[in-house]
């Protein structure tokens, strides 16, 4: 079974969201590192970069596939995991923690409330 943490929202496309304040802190959830294998590469976006809740925020590569990341909320790249760019794999490792791949600075703070809490995830996600 995977993690999955009660204090972060959750996309249908398998990222984890942590709000602070008007920023949201983004991943990929435990199930998703799972079944997309060792993580060997994660495309590095340009900070000030806008994008739209649904459109591709980043790819991942693994030795299984390559995967587009999706922005769960919208709003302006403050922050990429620069860490990614020399070690992908600690998005395998600490998915929740070093793992983490962008900061977006909200500029629409109700979409929040279409993204799911924990219990929600744990349904939809049933393995």
């Not at 959750?10 to 602070?20: A, G, L, Q, R």
């Not at 769960?72 to 990429?80: D, F």
């Not at 070093?98 to 744990?122: R, V």
């Amino acid at each position: 079974m995977s993690m999955i943490k009660d204090d972060l929202k959750y996309t249908k496309f398998d990222e984890w969201v942590k709000i602070e304040e008007d920023i949201a802190i983004v991943g990929i959830t435990d199930y998703a590192q799972k079944h997309l294998g060792d993580i060997v590469f994660v495309e590095i976006k340009e900070q000030g970069e806008t994008v739209q809740k649904g459109e591709v925020l980043t790819s991942i590569e693994s030795v299984k596939s390559a995967s587009d990341i999706y922005a769960p909320l919208s709003g302006e790249i403050v922050e990429m995991n620069q860490d990614l760019e020399n070690d992908a794999g600690l998005v395998n490792q600490d998915p929740f923690g070093k793992g983490w791949i962008a900061k977006i600075k909200l500029s629409n703070p109700e979409e929040i409330n279409e993204l799911m809490d924990s219990e929600a995830y744990t349904t939809f996600r049933q393995d």
